[in-house]
């Protein structure tokens, strides 16, 4: 696995002992320096550091009454010889807030719990705000995890956790936790207590979905790719690089430039590439009772803006564009702009 990304720093790399902590160890015994960098806290610097807050303090005479650090400081950091008895060593990395970032938000971003997140981070003890520019300190632990096991059962759900952490324990992804807890679709939050159930973890794979024959009465949908019924990536929460999101539509699987067609019939609103948006190019549908569809991905539209189109029109062709992660069709429906799964049309 390569080595990931947070707000400019080196996710895998954070040494134990911090990069600039210098060793200068005497017979059993010795000392090494840190120089402490804007950002940094007592409690962040001890545990990049692996010693304790009162170790500090007994090495650095001005730390004895005050948390407070200064960006500067060079600080002198106790090593011992002597093994240690801790559990497992503690690696860390850090984030960078960015503008418009929640405390829970960090949280589902770096894969930890809102809980180890305060821990890490005494400014966040008493308080949910973070700043633009504040350098957060976030633990991760080498040792595996003995909190729960992972199988299929029921999980209670602790402080400061939430889908994608739950997910990650289990080995799960947040759209197979969702779908074994029903409850929780459209992004609605778990709290401490909840009881989860944790499904059997599955490989996951492109499933096939059965289409109805169309028939001509009004009302009735057609399938956008006739022939094609393997769906890569459901309607709801699912997880990308980016961290969780909503998935408001379903990925099925064709070939590169397979013919794309409306599923009922109506006008057209928009044929034009979206790559602000992720949409790369993507064809949009109005239809005459509220229903609105989208075709996004595409390699080729084949309409145009104010045009009509009648139900199993060509309007596009499969492809790879925008925020894709691979060759396939986004099938989106919307009623009267309200998102709704596809496949509970058909």
């Known amino acids: 696995m390569g080595v990931r990304m947070w707000g400019g ?67 002198t950091v106790p090593t011992s010889s002597a093994p240690r008895a801790v559990a497992a060593p503690v690696k860390v990395g850090t984030y960078t807030v960015r503008a418009g970032d929640t405390l829970s938000g960090i949280a589902v971003r770096t894969g930890v719990s809102v809980t180890a997140l305060r821990a890490a981070n005494p400014r966040l003890k008493t308080a949910d705000a973070v700043q633009a520019g504040w350098v957060l300190t976030v633990p991760t632990s080498s040792a595996p995890s003995t909190a729960a096991p992972v199988k299929a059962g029921t999980y209670t759900v602790r402080d400061g956790e939430n889908l994608m952490v739950i997910a990650r324990r289990f080995g799960l992804s947040v759209t197979q936790l969702v779908n074994a807890n029903p409850q929780y679709r459209g992004g609605k939050a778990v709290w401490a207590g909840a009881k989860l159930v944790i499904p059997p973890r599955t490989a996951t794979a492109s499933r096939a979905v059965t289409v109805r024959a169309t028939g001509s009465r009004p009302g009735r949908w057609a399938w956008p790719l006739p022939g094609y019924h393997a769906i890569s990536s459901d309607y709801g929460e699912r997880v990308l690089d980016e961290g969780p999101e909503m998935h408001y539509g379903v990925d099925i699987v064709a070939p590169h430039g397979t013919p794309v067609r409306a599923a009922r019939s109506g006008r057209v609103l928009e044929s034009r590439a979206d790559f602000e948006r992720g949409w790369g190019w993507t064809v949009v549908l109005e239809h005459p009772d509220g229903w609105i569809t989208r075709y996004a991905h595409l390699s080729a539209t084949l309409v145009k803006p104010g045009e009509l189109v009648v139900q199993g029109q060509p309007v596009g062709r499969v492809g790879n564009t925008g925020r894709s992660t691979g060759t396939h069709l986004h099938f989106g429906t919307y009623l009267r702009w309200d998102p709704r799964d596809p496949l509970s049309l058909y």
């Open 9 to 75: 720093a080196s996710w895998g790399r954070a040494a134990l002992l911090g990069a600039v902590l210098t060793a200068g160890l005497t017979g059993g015994a010795g000392a090494g320096s840190y120089r402490v960098k804007a950002g940094d806290t007592l409690s962040g610097i001890a545990v990049r550091t692996g010693v304790s807050v009162t170790a500090l303090r007994a090495a650095n005479p001005r730390l004895k009454s005050s948390d407070a650090v200064q960006a500067g400081w060079v600080l």
